[in-house]
């Protein structure tokens, strides 16, 4: 159960000396924030504090004998003189990267094999190389695993309390997907630069009498798409919350590694194209000759299997949805049908939007929320004497902490992804706005 702020303190189970902070996966505006107001309060509490450089990359290197974990190339120390004026700023002070300790780890059975642990053992023994003794988690869900395989780790090997690094996890991502928490930070930053660049974008629309199908980022969401549309009044916005049983069919296909027949549920693409079509003429009905149809990437996940052949893996196993060119092949087919359907040719063109976002300058409301989450992770280890939790906020930005295993999937340790409900309050916003929002 999560554990609210006002719960009293507990004794910590000895004193933080050095705490070390791992940022990892992609950036998200208001991560300084985390960072710095979580490293200042952990050296205003007397304990040293030292940033990972570029994610888990470098302490994978570790290696007591031929790679010993060097100041400023592996890690850096962060001082307050480090910190100076760096909360609003973009970008992230100690990088990032994608690097995976737990690959391999997927199943609670693997932890007991020592080849498998090899990763999360590698960071263990370099962050006590250094004298690290507790460490903050900052990344998506993917790191969010890799902190709950960390603990667990420890579980297993670790005999000595006192030599037990307690991790917990502040959520970042700009996709808006997490359980556990309301909003994440970066989020609103992310929906109005990408709004921005979709107001640009209408405005050239407009100016040409053409169509553009902007792609927007989100992973398997629809968050952010949902809220690049509403703020940057597209004339259409579509995820995968959207495809309902009339736009989804079935495909049967070899799984590559056990040669035996699946089936998957794929969208019906031909439908989508008429529905983006309907819009259009629509639009056309009203005076309006073009128009901004805003994409979820996540919708490239429901392509049949042909338009996701040789796409890359992250190391986390996800699909690079970048790589399908969703929002390019949409644009291909949709002039070819509002032509087949006019006898009419309507240029269509495609942007794929988001790394732009990313490391934008953050706005009030994120700087606020990743501050008192950064708050929030020292005192979780410093004052509650806490292991295995994530920081989150609700109400008034109060702090509560929410046990890994209320998070992670206790039989494949995978993080489940929250999607928007069709259907509710937000989903119906954006419907309704489409159609009758006369700005557009």
């Not at 690097?99 to 391999?104: C, I, L, S, T, Y």
């Not at 340790?413 to 557009?440: Q, W």
Request: proline share 5%.
């Amino acid at each position: 159960m999560a554990v609210n702020v006002n719960v009293p303190p507990t004794t910590p189970r000895r004193k933080i000396d050095k705490v070390a902070l791992v940022f990892s996966g992609g950036p998200a505006p208001a991560a300084n924030a985390v960072i710095s107001t979580c490293a200042v309060s952990f050296l205003r509490n007397g304990s040293q504090v030292v940033g990972l450089r570029h994610g888990y990359s470098r302490v994978l290197e570790y290696d007591p004998q031929s790679h010993p974990l060097q100041e400023g190339r592996d890690f850096i120390p962060i001082t307050h003189q480090t910190l100076k004026r760096t909360r609003n700023t973009g970008g992230i002070l100690i990088g990032t990267a994608r690097a995976n300790p737990g690959q391999g780890v997927d199943s609670p059975a693997d932890l007991k094999n020592e080849r498998a642990v090899a990763g999360l053992k590698t960071v263990y023994d370099a962050l006590r190389s250094i004298g690290v003794d507790a460490l903050v988690s900052i990344g998506g869900d993917d790191t969010l695993r890799t902190a709950n395989k960390f603990k667990l780790f420890q579980d297993h090997w670790v005999k000595d309390p006192a030599e037990r690094i307690p991790v917990v996890h502040v959520p970042k991502t700009i996709d808006n997907d997490y359980d556990g928490i309301d909003f994440t930070f970066g989020y609103f930053t992310a929906a109005e630069f990408l709004a921005q660049c979709v107001r640009n974008i209408l405005a050239d629309a407009e100016a040409g009498a053409n169509y553009f199908i902007c792609e927007v980022m989100g992973r398997n969401a629809g968050w952010l798409a949902y809220a690049t549309g509403i703020a940057g009044e597209a004339s259409l916005t579509l995820s995968v919350e959207d495809l309902d049983d009339d736009l989804l069919t079935t495909e049967e296909f070899e799984d590559e590694k056990t040669k035996q027949k699946k089936t998957r549920v794929i969208m019906q693409i031909d439908k989508v194209v008429d529905l983006i079509v309907d819009k259009m003429l629509l639009r056309e009905a009203e005076g309006k000759e073009y128009g901004v149809v805003v994409m979820a990437e996540g919708m490239a996940l429901k392509m049949p299997k042909e338009h996701l052949e040789g796409i890359k893996l992250d190391p986390f196993g996800h699909p690079k949805i970048s790589e399908v060119q969703l929002g390019k092949k949409f644009a291909e087919l949709v002039a070819e049908r509002y032509q087949e359907r006019t006898g009419r040719e309507r240029e269509v063109k495609s942007v794929q939007l988001g790394y732009e976002a990313r490391c934008a300058r953050p706005q009030a409301y994120d700087v606020l929320l990743g501050s008192q989450l950064g708050v929030g992770a020292f005192r979780a280890l410093a004052e509650h004497g806490l292991d295995g939790h994530m920081v989150s906020v609700h109400g008034q930005f109060e702090l509560r902490y929410v046990p890994f295993e209320e998070l992670v999937n206790p039989e494949n340790l995978v993080t489940r992804v929250r999607f928007v409900k069709p259907g509710s309050d937000f989903h119906r916003l954006v419907r309704f706005l489409e159609t009758y929002n006369a700005n557009t």
